[in-house]
């Protein structure tokens, strides 16, 4: 009897120690959970963290992208700006050229002009896209009444000519030959009249419009009544 209370004594205490150790293990595991339950949730946080990086750096890629096509389109029109501010400069350039030279010329030879034709003939001697054929035709007019000399006359001839071969359109080629050209045809030297054709001929506005056959039968008729 008193070994065998001396020996449930020592299996109640064995198993307490491994009650002890179990609780141990259990309260280790538990803590190991704790902190793989942390990693985890900090893993999370890193991977959420890196998929808004990623994210945020295609929209940067996006937008800088974007900005590159909108800075190429601004260079391109800064160069087409570039090249009409050039383009116009030297258009003015040469109208404000030939107008003082014409005043230098119509002063130095004492001819009788009005200020009407001083302001209007620049845009006779270059032809621009203001060049208006009804306004231009009434200078001519003036011109023609201004003098009777025969450089002067030669002159104004040879402006119209000139203003003829510039034509940028059927519709000015017309308008043009109606009511400048075709009233001063019978003036024209035979020099002019041959002038006259082979500008008819070279200027595809003028040469293709529907009334250029016609007006070419008129300018041949009078070249034929100069040479006759």
């Known amino acids: ?19 002890e150790v179990l609780k141990n293990k259990e309260e280790e595991i538990n803590e190991y959970k704790k902190q793989a ?3 985890d949730k900090a893993l999370n946080t890193v991977n959420e ?3 808004a990086l990623i994210e945020k750096n295609a929209l940067l890629e996006n937008d800088k992208s974007e900005l590159s096509s909108q800075l190429a389109k601004l260079n391109s029109d800064i160069l087409v700006n570039n090249d009409n501010y050039t383009r ?5 350039s040469k109208a404000r050229k030939s107008k003082s030279e014409f005043i230098k010329l119509s002063q130095v030879n004492g001819w009788f002009i009005n200020e009407t034709i001083k302001r209007q003939l620049p845009k006779v001697i270059y032809i621009d896209n203001d060049f208006r054929v009804a306004q231009n035709a009434s ?9 009777n000399d025969d450089a002067w006359v030669t002159g104004c001839h040879e402006l119209m000519i000139h203003g003829f071969s510039k034509c940028w359109s059927f519709d000015m080629a017309d308008s043009y030959f109606s009511e400048i050209i075709k009233p001063n045809l019978q003036n024209f030297s035979a020099d002019h009249l041959r002038d006259l054709s082979t500008v008819m001929r070279a200027n595809g506005q003028i040469r293709d419009r529907n009334r250029a056959e016609a007006d070419m039968k008129l300018v041949t008729a009078a070249l034929s009544s100069k040479v006759a």
Request: hydrophobic residues 40%; aromatic residues 6%; charged residues 20%.
């Open 88 to 92: 116009l400069s030297k258009l003015l």
């Open 139 to 147: 200078i001519f007019v003036e011109m023609l009444n201004a003098s």
């Open 49 to 51: 963290n890196n998929l």
């Open 1 to 19: 009897m008193e070994q065998s209370n001396e020996l449930r004594s020592s299996v109640q205490k064995v198993q307490q120690f491994h009650q």
């Open 37 to 39: 339950e942390s990693k």
